[in-house]
Structures are given as C-alpha cells and as structure tokens.
C-alpha cells in the first residue's frame, strides 16, 4: 500500500482503528440483490482490498459470508470485518456470531451491530442480544460492539452508552428510510455519537440506489457531515470500487465513469404471479413500502430504498432488487 493510501485512512472514532473512508457494502452482492456467486464477488471484495478499501460491511441477513471468505482468502493485507445479527434473544445472537467466525474464518470479528434496522431503541428492546454480544466481547470473540438503524432515537440514546463503539446509521440528503426526522436531525445524532468517540459509518447514502442519478452529489454530502468516518457502499464492478475511490480520496469523478453509473436504474421486482399473498414481506418492510393488494404484495416506488429486506422474509423468494 503506497504512502498517500495510508495517510488517507482515518480513525474509526477511539476503537483505535484505521480505516479507508470507503467501505465495501456485500448486501447487493448476495442473493438478496444481484445474487453473485461467492467466486464472483469475492474477486470484487479482494479488487477493492488490493486497491485499499480495509473495511467490509456485512450481516447475518445478507447471506454473503461465503463472497466476503472469498475475497479474503490469501490476502495478506489488513482487513476490517464488520457483521450484524437482527436475532431477537440472546441464545439467537449467540449462534450468528459463532456462524459468522465459523464461516468466515476468523478468530475474531471487529465489529458485531445490533442489525436493528425497526429497531426505535436498541437499548430496550434488545437488551438480552447487546448483554449477550458484550460477554462475547470479553470472551474474545468480537473486537467492538456497535449498532445500526433506520431510527434517528436509537443513535441520541447510543450517546450516552459508551459499551456502543461503533454506529452505523443510515443518512442521505432526502432523508428518505429515516423512520422518525429529518436528514438534518439523524445528522445532529452523528455528530453527537462522533464528539463520544464513537466510529461512525453510514448506509444508504444513495437511499439503496433511488438516489443514484445524484450519486456524486449524494455521496458528497454524507461525507461532508460532521462526524462521518465512512460510508458503506454497495459495488459491482471494478469500475464502480475505482471510481468510488477516486470520489472518497480527492473528490475527483470520471465523467464518463459516472454517468454510465448515474445511469443505471434499480427497482424492486416482485414476481406476483407466485406471490402467495402471506404478508411476510409487508412486515419486513420497515419503511411502510408494501401492501397486500388483490391478494398479493404492491410496493409502493416512492417508499422504497431498495433495501431488499423483505425479499430475506419471502418464504417463496419471490422478491429481488433488480
Ligand atoms: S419494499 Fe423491500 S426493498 Fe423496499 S424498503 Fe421495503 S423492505 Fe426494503
Ligand atoms: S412474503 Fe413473498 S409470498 Fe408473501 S406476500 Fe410477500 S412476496 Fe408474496
């Protein structure tokens, strides 16, 4: 790694660790989304590592332990890996910690979230998974316990925990996916988190691909908040992990490059001729973006940050980002 990555790395608040702005987000890797094998995102994981993203971004919920080993596998660099469990008890937490050592191979993660996306207060309402994921620190096998969530309250109240080292809130100019304020006031959060020492990492800077015609702007504005050490982004080509580089290290962006990335279109596809109409989804949905209609699930466009959690709840696996 040449000098000017190094000085490009930045403390993740007082965990004592040094990160590459840009984190590499594995959600749209796995089957939730584009539904890459694990050979194939691996080779993005370990591009974005060779070129000197250190920070991997992944959960329970994402299925993509397997892309994320892949992409390890033999390399000698530094790595951070960050998970999440969205387990409701104890006993459950304790399994996804063990299967994500377990499967991705490591002694130890950096940092396991409270992946607690509905979740209003963390601190309430899992109590028994953030006690349970502590002991798992002391015993060694977590480095940081940290929690993420589409709820501006979740990050005040984190303020004054300081066993929560890492957050990793979701922001984005529209403040679209923020269950209860303003892109301003979920700003105000991170700012408080960050003056606590917390290291904080944000998601959904492009509101899960609906922001993506503004992709520079949009990503230029969650870097320039106070109290941002990074933002997970979602990559599937190299061309995406170079060009997202070159943004997060001097703001500079390939016209070309980004208007054929600016260009894509995502959406949600719902394939209701074998929907069964269960409601699973619907209340999966922590931005209140799907309904039962005629007896099957209708998303509503504008709702939707292509988050790709409901298609995790579809026992028919009828639901995709596209
Ligand atoms: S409809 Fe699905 S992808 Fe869209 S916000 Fe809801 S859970 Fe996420
Ligand atoms: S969970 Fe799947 S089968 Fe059930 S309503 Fe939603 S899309 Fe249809």
Known sequence: MNEEMIMDKVALGSTGIMINPLIYGTLPLGPLQAG?????GGRLIRHALEQGVTMIDTAELYDTYSHVRAGLEGFRGEAVVVS????ADAPTARIHVERALRELGRERIDVFHVHGARIADPFTERADVLAEL??????GKIAHVGISSHYISAFRKAVDHPEI????PLINRTGMGILDGSAAEMGEAIAACARAGKGVYAMKALAGGNLISEARASIRYVLGLEGIHGIAIGMLSTAEI????????????DETVWQK?????????IMDKFCKGCGFCVEACASNALSIVDGVARVDEEACILCGYCGAACPEFMIRVV
């Open 36 to 40: 890459l094998t694990p050979a194939e």
């Open 84 to 87: 999440k469990t969205h387990a």
């Open 134 to 139: 502590l002991r798992m620190k002391e015993e």
């Open 165 to 168: 080292e890492v957050v990793h």
């Open 242 to 253: 170079e060009a997202n580089l070159a943004l997060f290290r001097d703001g500079t962006a």
């Open 261 to 269: 990335l600016e260009s894509r279109k995502r959406r949600l596809r």
